[in-house]
Structures are given as structure tokens and as C-alpha cells.
């Protein structure tokens, strides 16, 4: 697996020198400032790719490339949109960036209730608390019908949550939720936010599926043409937000997606994390299923609970059979290499990690501090080292 560790930019928090003594090699960064839905200019990837060699590393794997919300909803620009899309494709390649990570999350993209949610050793995690989302959604936001995706005794067991917060706590939870956690590009006032949940409006789970599937249609003949794999994130959480329907949570949804167009170029980020929060999913078996197109690898493991709570937990811990994962990981790339593609080796991110240590007096992007990610890292290396060793015996 190429090691490889997230960098937001110059304003990073973690510089690209902390990310070389990690010990990964590869980047793996954005263009944050470029507006939704407009081309990135050869220029400014160049420029981007220059500070990132200059500390002796490669960026490898952009993400992500934002889809513009007309293209979800097929509504607006969409088509100027597409275009833009396709030629930032072609510009990513032309300056030798061939992995691009995107996601199809309406209105949000990944979401957590909880920031800092203490753990017993004295770290915090990242956490996602169905009552503190289902009391923001009835009780902040008031969302039109919200009522009627609920039952009765969870409408109580949300208020009875909302009604022992402090207006501190509001206010923490609106931020964590709508204001945007770092890479989701967009972030809400509570106007803004109703405004861009009412315009889904009766969309249904099939319309975003065929929007989906519509847009990579357009996209991926660009994609083969430049040599470029798109690897789409699955939804995190996996499961509808909002009243909106989500289509990258599950193995069937993957069905479709990949039916829908089969081609290689239309590959998937496997993202443990996200999807090990549904007991439903087999990880192993969508692994496996899809390993041809797994394009960029998240690692990182969830603790769930059965009414939908989860927290993120250290990345050996948790639901997620880390060993599983990274031995399915290599296998795949001994089967790569076997082959002979020249895509064998599948770069790999430590995704998130505690806030820990010196850490803890930081300020750092929520589940993006260094000592964290680190400590994913090496213990991810050290397991792949360990399988690897067990190949040649
Ligand atoms: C969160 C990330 C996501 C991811 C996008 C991909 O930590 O995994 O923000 O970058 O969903 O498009």
C-alpha cells in the first residue's frame, strides 16, 4: 500500500513536513479554495504540486473534486457543471494526478454530532449520536415533515434529549453538523441549510441513483480517455439524513452503481470507517466483490451500538477486522501485480485518529491531528508488514 496521509493545504495545521516524518509518501490534498463546480486551472495544480514536491513527497491522490449540488439534483448548471468537471479531469492528468476521490452526499458531506467526545484514556473521537441528530433535526432545524420519518417513541426519546441541553450545547452541535467539517467544501447558516435541504424536495432514492449514474455516464469516458481512476466515497454515515436519500451506503448500492457503469475508471474509495457502521455490511465480502476498482483506501475503525450510535475508535479497535481489511488490501495487490497492471500498488490513508497528547492543547482539523493519524499509521504498517512477511512463508 502507498502510505499516505491527508494534507488541507498551506493553512494545514500539520505541515507537510510532520506528514514526511510519518513516514507516508504520499499526499493526499485538494484544491479547497476553488469554488464548487468551476474548472481547477493547470496553473493552480502545478503551483500545489510544487509546494508538496519541494517537501520531498508526491501528490498522489486528489481529494476531493466536489459535485456541484445542480449535478445531484439535475437542476441549474448541471451541465455547465459536467463540463467543468471533465476538464479538471483532464487537467489533473495532464500534470500527472491520476486518482480522484469524490463523494455524492447530498447537502452534507460527512457528518458527526460530537468532536471531542472524551474516551477513557484521556483522547477524544470523533462521535455520531442518532438522539443528538434526530433532536436537530426536529427541534433546531424543524424541518417540514420531519415528524413523519420518526416514530413516536423516538420523537420522545429526541426531545427528552433536546430538553436537557444548554443553549452551549446547541450551538456546538449546529456548528459540528451544518457549518461544515473540514473537507466538505460547504458550510451553512440554518437558512442557507433549510433552503438546501427544501430543494431536494420529493427526490427519491431511485432519482439521486440515476443522477448518479448519469453524471459518471458523462464523466467516465473522460476519465479512460486521461488514464484517471474515480474512486467514490460511500456515505458516512450510511444512511439517509434528513429526509434526503443517501446511494453509496450498502453492498446493493454499490450493485448499481457499478452495473450501472462498469467500467474500471468507476472505481470506489474503500473507506472502512463509513461503511463499518452498518452491521448489514460485509466488509470482507464488498472488499472482495469490488476489489478490481478499490482505487484509495480509507482505514479506520467505528464502534457502533445497536441503536446507531458510533464513535470512532483507535484503528485497530472497534467493528472493523482491521487485519481482515489490510490482508484483503494486499492480497488484492499481489493479484494486481500478477497481472501486471501498473495500478498495483493501492494508496492508503490512516482516515481520522484521536486528538491525543501534545495534540490535545492543538488546534487542529476534528479527527485530522498529526499524533493521531500517526499512531493509525504505524500500527496499520506494522500489521502490513507482519501479513506481508506471511505471503513469503
Ligand atoms: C472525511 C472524509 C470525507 C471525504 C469525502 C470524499 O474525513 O473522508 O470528507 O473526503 O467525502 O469526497
Known sequence: ???????????????????????????????????????WPVNDIKKHQEIIRKS????GVVESVPIHEDIKQRTGNFELYIENYKKTIANLAACGIYTICY???????????????????????????????????????????????????QIETAKRYFEQMNEKEIAELTESVIAGLPG??????MEQFNKRIAAYGALTKEDLQKHLIQFLAAIIPTAENNGVRMCIHPDDPPHSLFGIPRVVSTAAD???????????????????GSFGVRADNNL????????????????????R??????????????????????????????????EGRSDWEIPMRPDHGHQMLDDLNKVTNPGYSAIGRLRGLAEIRGLALAIQRSFST
Not at 125 to 146: G, P, Q, S, T
Not at 284 to 303: G, N, V, Y
Request: glycine share 6%; with cysteine.
Open 103 to 153: 463523494n455524492f452526499m447530498p447537502v452534507l458531506d460527512w457528518t458527526r454530532t460530537h468532536l471531542y467526545k472524551p474516551m477513557p484514556d484521556g483522547s477524544t473521537a470523533l462521535a455520531y449520536e442518532i438522539d443528538a441528530m434526530r433532536a436537530f433535526d426536529l427541534f433546531v432545524v424543524k424541518r417540514k415533515n420531519a415528524n413523519s420519518d420518526y416514530t413516536s417513541d
Open 184 to 189: 466538505a467544501e460547504e458550510g451553512y447558516t
Open 1 to 39: 500500500m502507498k502510505e499516505s496521509f491527508r494534507w488541507y493545504g498551506p493553512k494545514d495545521a500539520v505541515p507537510l513536513s510532520a506528514i514526511r516524518q510519518a513516514g507516508a509518501t504520499t499526499v493526499v490534498s485538494a484544491l479547497h479554495y476553488i469554488e464548487n463546480g468551476a474548472e
Open 305 to 338: 451500538d445497536e441503536r446507531g450510535n458510533f464513535y470512532e475508535a483507535n484503528h485497530l479497535e472497534g467493528d472493523v477486522d482491521m487485519y481482515a481489511m489490510v490482508k484483503a488490501a494486499l492480497t488484492e495487490e499481489k493479484r494486481r501485480k500478477a
Open 56 to 59: 520531498g513527497l508526491e501528490w
Open 254 to 272: 454499490l450493485k448499481v452503481l457499478f452495473s450501472g457503469v462498469p467500467s474500471r475508471n468507476n472505481g470506489l474509495t474503500f473507506c472502512t
Open 284 to 303: 470482507e465480502q464488498m472488499f472482495m466483490d469490488h476489489s478490481d476498482r478499490i482505487h484509495f483506501l480509507h482505514f479506520r475503525s467505528t464502534q
